[in-house]
């Protein structure tokens, strides 16, 4: 029987998503994206060499291994064009082992646009990449499908309708210029090569890699405290990042999630406006921020950073079922005096449990034996205290910086 196993974030994002899938792809037949779009920047670093995954699934990298964008996901053509030429142009070879499903609600340049003016009085700090407005027209039953692209006559229609919809927004009510309909359909159609190529019926691959037998990663975007329906409202994304989302996104039912990986960083970072209760704001936020490069892998934005938050951690446990927990960024930690962790709230304010720092490097390490005794203790705090086995520890960015417990 295949042995399927999810992937996902279990703060703000950027947890190292990306860098666990990639280091997990080896042994698996696929790697799947079940929701968001290109406002995601999975990093996967692999001797020395810097690759930043926006759309493609972060099992690309291994040859053998096959990648679908699942129907959950909106997708921006001309992002995911400029991906694929940049990983063919590195000797990375699409074919016949990436498909992206004919359900896709596709993200047009009207969407970007509305995205970008909104947020200019929104102040949510999206990442403009026209998310929030594609999945409103995915629900709102009007949006254009990747599957449309095959069919002229549906596509003319439905372009039509949604690019006057758009312009009543952009005219009416923010005072914008129009889109004109023509443009919109030569940018679709300058991308159609991608339709002809990859499109896909994703209910029958999954169906087949199932009957097979073959295992499956799924691999989340952003994080649990980004999910639409459970994150921090408003100031969250517009998809279910959270484990019911891979059935939604991909359509394959919760029993067939066998494995749910939660990854947490060892502090917390956030990009973007919304609360934050463990942020910092002085030389220790600093340190994070400088030791973890934290700066967005999609906008370049300065990431917020903070301690880790275990009260919220185990809300996000609980809301995905996780069954293992992935910790990151643990060699960040390494020359702090004290690590704080916060342990429970107080009229809204965190209370910290104070650890002695480390002070060596742990990067080297490949058992957790190999880890200072300091080092330890906090990972034994941190599974305690949250009731869940920590089965991998990043230490390190690259692929090989990782120790399986
Ligand atoms: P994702 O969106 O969850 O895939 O994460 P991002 O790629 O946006 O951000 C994670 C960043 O941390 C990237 O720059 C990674 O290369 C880096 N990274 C991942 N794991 C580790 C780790 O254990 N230690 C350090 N120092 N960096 C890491
Ligand atoms: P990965 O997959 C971190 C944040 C944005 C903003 C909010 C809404 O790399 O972890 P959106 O453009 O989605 O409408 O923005 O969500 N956000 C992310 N933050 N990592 C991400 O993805 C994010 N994708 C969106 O900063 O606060
Ligand atoms: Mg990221």
Not at 51 to 67: D, E, Y
């Amino acid at each position: 029987m295949s042995e399927n196993t999810l992937i996902l974030g279990l703060q703000w994002g950027d947890e190292g998503k990306g860098k666990i899938v990639d280091a997990l792809s080896e042994n698996v037949h696929a790697v799947c994206r079940f929701q968001g779009g290109h406002n995601a920047g999975h990093t996967i670093k692999v001797n020395g060499k810097k690759t930043v995954l926006h759309l493609t699934p972060s099992g690309i990298l291994h040859k053998n291994v096959n990648c679908l964008i699942g129907n959950g996901v909106v997708l921006a053509l001309d992002a995911l064009n400029e991906e694929i030429v940049e990983l063919e142009n590195e000797g990375i070879d699409f074919n016949e082992r990436f498909f992206v499903s004919n359900n896709c609600a596709l993200i047009l340049p009207s969407h970007i646009k509305i995205d970008q003016v909104r947020d200019k009085t929104e102040s949510i700090g999206t990442t403009g990449r026209g998310i929030g407005p594609a999945y409103e027209d995915k629900v709102g039953r009007r949006a254009i499908r990747f599957g449309d692209i095959g069919d002229q006559n549906i596509l003319e229609e439905k372009v039509k309708s949604l690019i006057e919809y758009h312009n009543k927004i952009l005219v009416d009510i923010h005072k914008e210029n129009k889109f004109e309909v023509q443009d919109i359909f030569d940018y679709i159609e300058k991308y159609k090569h991608l339709y002809e190529k990859y499109s896909c019926d994703s209910y029958e691959i999954i169906e087949r890699w199932s009957s097979d037998g073959l295992s499956m990663l799924f691999e989340g975007a952003q994080g649990t405290l980004l999910d639409i329906d459970h994150g921090t409202y408003p100031y969250v994304t517009s998809s279910n990042t959270t484990a019911g989302g891979v059935s939604t996104g991909l359509g394959i039912g919760p029993k067939n999630i066998h494995k749910i990986v939660g990854i947490t960083k060892a502090y917390t970072t956030r990009v973007g406006e919304g609360p934050f209760l463990t942020e910092l704001f002085d030389k220790d936020g600093e340190m994070l921020a400088k030791r973890g490069h934290e700066f967005g892998a999609t906008t370049g934005r300065p990431r917020r950073c903070g301690w880790l938050d275990l009260v919220a951690l185990k809300k996000t446990i609980f809301l995905n079922s996780v069954t293992d927990l992935c910790l990151t960024k643990l060699d960040v930690l390494d020359e702090f005096d004290e690590i704080k962790v916060c342990v429970e709230y107080s009229d809204n304010q965190p209370i910290y449990k104070t650890f002695k720092g480390w002070g060596e490097p742990t990067s080297q390490a490949k058992n957790i034996t190999e880890l200072p005794k300091l080092a330890q203790d906090y990972i034994n705090f941190i599974e305690e205290n949250v009731k869940t086995s920590i089965s991998i520890l990043s230490v390190g960015p690259s692929r090989d910086e990782t120790i399986f417990i």
